[in-house]
């Protein structure tokens, strides 16, 4: 019965609407949620999984113990896997900081699993910090979540109006990733300063370029018309993220 009164509310979990007004989001997968449990245990709500999971964890009795047919009541997923977690949101209220670090903006993407993926990559080379546009994808889509595999609780993802934003950020050099730019595989690595990504297919808007310090770019040897996003983000930071 437990599990019954439950299925409805996580599911709705599933829509940004629900995650705003209850301040929660779910992270599914064995993966995910231990990745979730040893990064941010303190934000772990609920915990529903089959007995398979619930043996690395034997001294956790809050956990809920469920049937594989109850899993797929609760679970985001065609396929369930193994556990489903609720977690309250992650605490970024406080200002944005980016003096004497590398951070990332994104204009206006829009694909959960690029935004994800791109959460990931900036973990890997330990970017702290993600400042998105409002039109991003919501960082607690359950899409997003899989995608990070837990980097969610390590990096911090913000959102702001970009063009009033980046306008208040003074003396920090902004780069934008663009077609045409200085060839990035010259430059040395970056300590401090924004580089901003644009949407995949539309680049970044003209007026959040207007306001960057210079333009870098992926030299390019093939005939392809542009790069997914987040490929874009790995290979720049794997040169400049020093």
């Known amino acids: 019965m437990l599990v019954k009164a439950k299925a409805k509310y996580i599911q709705s979990l599933g829509q940004k609407k629900h995650r705003d007004s209850e301040g929660r989001f779910i992270a599914?997968?064995?993966?995910?949620?231990?990745?979730?449990?040893?990064?941010?245990?303190?934000?772990?709500?609920?915990?529903?999984?089959?007995?398979e999971w619930?043996?690395?964890?034997?001294?956790?009795?809050?956990?809920?113990?469920?049937?594989?047919?109850?899993?797929?009541?609760?679970?985001?997923?065609?396929?369930?896997?193994?556990?489903?977690a609720v977690l309250r949101k992650f605490n970024n209220d406080h200002p944005i900081e980016v003096k004497g670090r590398l951070s990332?903006?994104?204009?206006?993407?829009q694909d959960p699993g690029n935004l994800g993926t791109i959460?990931?990559?900036?973990?890997?080379?330990?970017?702290?910090?993600?400042?998105?546009?409002n039109d991003c994808a919501d960082v607690y889509n359950p899409k997003v979540v899989q995608a990070s595999m837990g980097s969610?609780?390590?990096?911090?993802?913000?959102?702001?109006?970009?063009?009033?934003?980046?306008y208040k950020q003074k003396d920090i050099p902004i780069y934008a990733t663009a077609l045409e730019g200085k060839d990035f595989t010259k430059m040395s690595a970056v300590a401090e300063g924004l580089i901003v990504i644009g949407n995949e297919?539309?680049?970044?808007?003209?007026?959040?370029?207007?306001?960057?310090n210079e333009r870098i770019t992926i030299p390019r040897k093939g005939k392809a018309e542009s790069l997914n996003a987040a490929v874009a983000v790995g290979i720049v930071l794997s040169r400049l993220a020093g």
Not at 158 to 163: C, D, G, V
């Open 152 to 166: 969610i609780a390590r990096v911090k993802v913000f959102y702001a109006e970009l063009e009033e934003w980046l």
């Open 28 to 51: 599914e997968g064995p993966k995910i949620v231990s990745e979730l449990l040893d990064a941010a245990p303190n934000y772990i709500d609920e915990v529903y999984a089959v007995k």
């Open 119 to 133: 959460i990931r990559i900036a973990d890997w080379f330990g970017i702290e910090q993600v400042i998105c546009s």
């Open 104 to 109: 990332l903006v994104l204009d206006t993407i």
């Open 54 to 84: 619930l043996k690395e964890y034997p001294s956790r009795k809050d956990f809920i113990e469920v049937t594989e047919e109850e899993l797929e009541k609760l679970s985001q997923l065609k396929t369930p896997n193994q556990v489903v």
């Open 201 to 212: 297919s539309k680049g970044i808007h003209e007026r959040i370029l207007a306001m960057t």
